[in-house]
Nanobody
Framework: VQLQASGGGSVQAGGSLKLACVAS????????MGWFRQAPGKEREFVAS??????????ADSVKGRFTISRDNTEDKNTMYLLMNSLKPEDTAVYYC??????????????WGQGTQVTVSS
């Protein structure tokens, strides 16, 4: 699978951004999907994940209630989204989308997209 992330940018604290990750290659519904982020000087961390059907979603505690992960499995979309509201300066990071064969391995996914920069100013 090939993953292409987009939607990053610069916003002020309290603002919103919506990231998108388009998948191509193997059938989109074969994949459990997730978002991760890496801030300068820090390790990459899990942000959110979504099952192949979209029926199960999980969030890191730091983004729970502010971020919403979703996916569109229609053939002309094959896209995962991350709606980020009430952004904080500590959300500043490069955001990566990822794909995994199973829900159990989503925290160590085998496939990564390129990152998209999110910068939140105070």
């Amino acid at each position: 699978v090939q993953l292409q992330a987009s939607g990053g940018g610069s916003v002020q604290a309290g603002g919103s951004l919506k990231l998108a990750c388009v998948a191509s290659g193997r059938t989109f519904t074969s994949w459990h999907m997730g978002w991760f982020r890496q801030a300068p000087g820090k390790e990459r961390e899990f942000v959110a994940s979504i099952s192949w059907s979209g029926g199960s979603v999980y969030y890191a505690d730091s983004v729970k209630g502010r971020f919403t992960i979703s996916r569109d499995n229609t053939e002309d979309k094959n896209t995962m989204y991350l709606l980020m509201n009430s952004l904080k300066p500590e959300d500043t990071a490069v955001y990566y989308c990822a794909a995994s064969h199973t829900a159990a391995t989503i925290h160590a996914p085998g496939y990564w997209g390129q990152g998209t920069q999110v910068t939140v100013s105070s």
